[in-house]
């Protein structure tokens, strides 16, 4: 089964920077994309970012501009530059991985821990 790591969480102060990384482990044949959501207190889990691995993008409006997604196919690993950050990024991130295992017929998604980040004002 395959399981996902997530680094980079921490403290910062409002218009500082963070980047999370997120590294698969286990039997991957294919990933199919990566992506980060969150969670705030009192708010329901949201898509951050998500990248394909053709390199496709999406972004939360919230985030656009200022948080890039990146994806190394070769190294099951999927990375997310957080810029200008701000009080209301202060949330739970969990990493999130759609893959194709070796000799798999079927996709499935897998799920971090989280990370967390906490931007203070």
């Known amino acids: 089964q395959v399981q996902l790591v997530e680094s980079g969480g921490g403290l910062v102060q409002t218009g500082g920077s963070l980047r999370l990384s997120c590294a698969a482990s286990?039997?991957?044949?294919?990933?199919?994309?990566m992506g980060w959501y969150r969670q705030a207190p009192g708010k329901q889990r949201e898509l951050v970012a998500v990248?394909?691995?053709?390199?496709?993008?999406d972004y939360a409006d919230s985030v656009k501009g200022r948080f890039t997604i990146s994806i190394d196919n070769a190294k099951y690993r999927v990375s997310l530059q957080m810029n200008s950050l701000k009080p209301d990024d202060t949330a739970v991130y969990y990493c999130?991985?759609?893959?194709?295992?070796?000799?798999?017929?079927?996709?499935?998604?897998?799920w971090g821990q989280g990370t967390q980040v906490t931007v203070s004002s």
């Open positions: 999130n991985a759609n893959v194709r295992e070796l000799g798999g017929v079927t996709d499935y998604d897998y």
């Open positions: 990248i394909t691995s053709g390199g496709s993008t």
């Open positions: 286990g039997i991957v044949f294919k990933i199919n994309a």
